[in-house]
């Protein structure tokens, strides 16, 4: 990611730029407002052959080549998605806080490739990529029964790792694909609410993704917790067995009360390490920390169809009670986004067509 770039450079280069300007509300609006489907642009990722160990990246030069695009003459008008819309201003006052700047610099470090750790390769089906990419689907329902293996859990975690296998070295830098592509150490872990993994007793256990934060979760969350590794967890998965027992209902509770948390393998809460992250690094990456809390998500929806089963991510959540039951006090970490793997129940009233055209059938 070419991340010194700031917001208003990557409007020149997308054409953005050439919307109107938004007079943000002071109150929630409903009404028409076409001006309000302007476009947000994101990042700009490099894409680059193997080997290569750094990129000289004059960020200024590059900016003020950018300003150029604004003489352009850009083609085209983009359609009106609605008719009518809602203004939720505060959504708008924060997308305008959290636009990062230009940041200056002359290069791009590219770190060495990792690969991701294996301790169950037998758990997948055998299918490929392209298969496993295609095939995605969100669960609609879980069954409520269908169990994995400990193994298989431990599997799919070992690939939720930002560093990689790595022989003595801590995770927290991002080197294995997807997460390679953000250039920032790991900021998200997992509160995961196990429920149907044989081998392993049901309960809280915790997946600290960067242990850089170890002992300031242990200092932050209840003092009660175990923090012990459960049986047969592999050397190098930083994975922490809190406290036993059904917690079923409990994640049910902390999911909007939906049935897909508790009926699951498993389901998990992300938490970001959160107010010294925007304090030390800038309020720009507040919507970073959902871009890694969305690629953890997307590596767990692949794992679980690769190993036949589905997951689905749950958008809705009670974030202060996921902090009462994990003891967390204040801002310092921040639950973000939460998760269910398990048996899917297929809705049958859903045709399922190719993704893609092409000389295959890939659905």
Request: aromatic share 10%; hydrophobic share 35%; charged share 25%.
């Amino acid at each position: 990611m070419l991340d010194g770039l700031g917001y208003g450079d990557l409007e020149k280069l997308m054409g953005l730029e050439v919307f109107p300007e938004f007079k943000i509300p002071n109150r929630p609006v409903k009404g028409k407002f076409p001006e309000i489907e302007f476009e947000h642009p994101d990042c700009v990722l490099v894409v680059f052959p193997s080997g290569i160990g750094e990129f000289n990246v004059d960020y200024k030069n590059l900016s003020l080549g950018l300003s150029e695009f604004s003489k352009l003459d850009w083609k085209g008008k983009p359609n009106l998605l609605s008719k009518e819309h809602v203004i939720w201003d505060i959504i708008y006052r924060t997308a305008e806080v959290v636009k990062k700047g230009l940041e200056l610099g002359d290069r791009l470090c590219v770190h060495p490739f990792q690969s991701g750790g294996v301790c169950s390769e037998g758990s997948y089906k055998g299918l490929t990529a392209r298969e496993v990419i295609r095939k995605r689907r969100s669960a609609v329902d879980m069954d409520g029964k269908t169990e994995i293996r400990r193994d298989t859990f431990y599997q799919i975690l070992l690939h939720c790792l930002p560093s990689g296998l790595r022989s003595g070295g801590k995770q927290g830098k991002q080197l294995v694909l997807p997460f390679r592509s953000l250039p920032w150490d790991s900021e998200v872990h997992a509160a995961l609410f196990v429920h149907r993994v044989s081998g392993l007793p049901k309960g809280l256990y915790f997946l600290v993704r960067n242990e850089g934060h170890f002992d300031d979760l242990r200092k932050a969350m209840r003092s009660e917790f175990t923090w012990k590794k459960p049986a047969g967890c592999p050397d190098g998965l930083p994975l922490y067995e809190l406290s036993t027992g059904d917690c079923r209902e409990l994640s049910m509770r902390l999911s909007c009360h939906q049935d897909i948390a508790g009926d699951g393998c498993f389901s998990l809460g992300m938490v970001a390490h959160f107010e010294p992250t925007l304090r030390h690094k800038g309020v720009w990456m507040y919507p970073r920390l959902f871009w890694e809390t969305g690629m953890l998500g997307q590596v767990l929806y692949l794992e679980a169809h690769a190993v036949g089963i589905s997951a689905t991510g749950i958008g809705c959540f009670f974030d202060d009670p996921v902090h009462e039951v994990l003891g967390l006090e204040g801002s310092e970490f921040q639950s973000l986004y939460h998760f269910t793997v398990g048996g899917p129940v297929i809705d049958k009233r859903i045709m399922s067509l190719p993704a893609y055209p092409g000389p295959a059938i890939d659905a």
